[in-house]
């Protein structure tokens, strides 16, 4: 299993990608080569590239260009009744008293999605399983306010249940590969496994098999940005593979002054794999400031970055009393719907048509039983979907009451006031709120592969990670920093005894 290590902004996938192309121009029969990703979002990219360079269909010629689980999944060849599903874990719930709330997880793009468990003592049991340690270890270096009774108790009612109906679960898939491995494992001519920082020593154990049944095995990853401990990555077991490797060396991304600051907290890292890479030319800016107010957001792309999710809520209040759109972990600042509504009404005003959708988000925040609607007319019938409608018609035919002297805010009378002061400082700012976002909020993890020209990254740190500095929280501002294209600004923290210091 030959390493190679992709510092930031050094296009590690895209260098797996490239001998992708070069064994497909080569003649290596794409179906014969694996491309294993962390998440299905790089999965599919790296399958979409694949399929459109040489005119592939994604599904039947790449077969194996997806992750883990999915790869697991299908060559197990599990169907969907096999699996844990709502109904499973809510019976569960009541026989052992505990309610496991419950969330979907796709499995890459196959059709049967797994539902899995976010109880805390459910992803304590799968955090052992996929670490390959005793549950009461992890139990004891966890911070789980049960006591260990109940997580026994738990741990066994959940595995009775599982063998009682004949299920599995998201770890189970994971688990009969590896022990069935000379069975399930394809043969390939050429395997790539990329984030190989951030696989559990479960996921180790499939990437070991794998590289058994291929003909060449690359593992790409990067050290110095394995900040998913927490979640069983062993970042140590990649340091440590006895084979050859390759450092990317020139970063396509990071600027000479950014560069500096990177390096100094990479040093600090006490086990890590030495490697030097070049920055870009271009010299940037590493700016201290002491509030968020201190710089222009009026332009450019930005990402406001901090360890932890609490302390981005007084930069998003700033930001909507400025008047400015963005996203926070994922989320818009104004939802979809209000925005369709809004730039929907005012398309009618303007006497353009709409499409139902829109319409019906206009009719969702205005009062019915006649006050803007007449009664019977909330609701669009589906005979209505693929039909257009300008404000003559809605008026006559679909009882609206309102008219076009009414801008947005008279018209959309249940428009929360919150929202529709957000919006006017968002229009006096001419932002088109139904855009992009080019001002991101987002923890350190939330932001890992992303990068912005401007990066803002707070220094506070967590009563938790207070307590585990060390190498795991180097490596997590080490990804803040290195998400800059251009300029860093380093906000000075509240309390420097509760900060990481750069």
């Known amino acids: 299993m030959f390493r190679i290590f992709g510092p930031p902004g050094t296009g590690k996938t895209t260098t797996l990608l490239n001998m992708v192309d070069t064994a497909i121009q080569g003649g290596t029969e794409p179906s014969n080569i694996a491309f294993l990703a962390f998440t299905r979002k790089a999965a599919y990219e790296a399958k979409e590239r ?170 790409a990853g990067d050290d110095d940005q394995a900040i998913y401990k927490w979640a069983g990555a062993d970042v140590d077991h990649f340091i440590g593979l006895p084979s050859g ?96 509504a809004v730039n929907g009404w005012e398309r009618l005003r303007k006497g353009h048509q709409i499409d139902c959708d829109t319409a019906q988000a206009i009719y969702d925040y205005m009062t019915g039983n006649g006050v803007r609607i007449a009664r019977g007319f909330k609701r669009f019938s589906v005979h209505d979907k693929d039909k257009v409608f300008d404000l003559p018609t809605l008026q006559l035919q679909y009882g609206l009451g309102a008219n076009d002297t009414m801008i947005w805010h008279e018209a959309m009378d249940k428009l929360p006031m919150v929202d529709q002061i957000y919006i006017t400082s968002l229009l006096r700012r001419k932002e088109k709120f139904n855009a992009v976002p080019r001002i991101k909020l987002s923890t350190i993890h939330g932001a890992k592969g992303g990068e912005a020209d401007n990066v803002v990254l707070f220094t506070d740190l967590t009563t938790a990670a207070l307590k585990e500095r060390g190498d795991d929280i180097h490596r997590v501002f080490y990804v803040g920093v290195t998400r800059t294209r251009q300029n860093l600004y380093i906000v000075e923290p509240e309390d420097v005894t509760r900060s990481y210091i750069i």
């Open 50 to 219: 694949a399929a459109r360079r040489f005119d592939l269909n994604p599904d039947k010629d790449l077969p194996y260009f997806r992750t883990l689980h999915s790869l697991a999944y299908m060559m197990l060849g599990i169907k969907e009744n096999q699996l844990m599903q709502r109904e499973h874990f809510d019976e569960l719930s009541n026989k052992i008293g505990i309610v496991l709330t419950i969330r979907s997880a796709a499995l890459d793009d196959d059709d049967v999605g797994l539902i899995t468990s976010d109880h805390p003592i459910i992803g304590l049991i799968n955090l052992s399983r996929l670490k390959k340690t005793s549950l009461r270890t992890e139990y004891n270096c966890s911070s789980l306010e049960e006591d260990w009774m109940t997580v026994d108790y738990v741990n066994r009612a959940y595995h009775d249940y599982k063998n009682a109906h004949g299920l599995i679960d998201y770890t189970d898939m994971l688990v009969e590969f590896v022990d069935n491995a000379i069975n399930y494992c394809p043969e390939f001519d050429l395997c790539f496994m990329d984030e190989a920082q951030d696989l559990s020593p479960l996921q180790w154990d499939i990437a070991h098999a794998l590289d058994k049944r291929a003909k060449s095995m690359y593992a």
């Open 245 to 340: 490797s390759e450092v990317l060396e020139q970063s396509y991304r990071i600027p000479a002054e950014v560069h500096k600051v990177a390096e100094s907290i990479s040093t600090r890292i006490q086990n890590r794999f030495p490697k030097k890479y070049l920055p870009r030319k271009e010299t940037g800016k590493v700016q201290r400031i002491y509030s968020v107010s201190e710089v222009d957001m009026s332009e450019g792309d930005w990402l406001v970055l901090a360890q932890a999710n609490y302390m981005l809520s007084s930069v998003a209040t700033q930001l909507k009393y400025d008047g400015y759109l963005f996203e926070r972990n994922g989320h818009r600042s104004i939802s979809e719907k209000i925005s369709t």
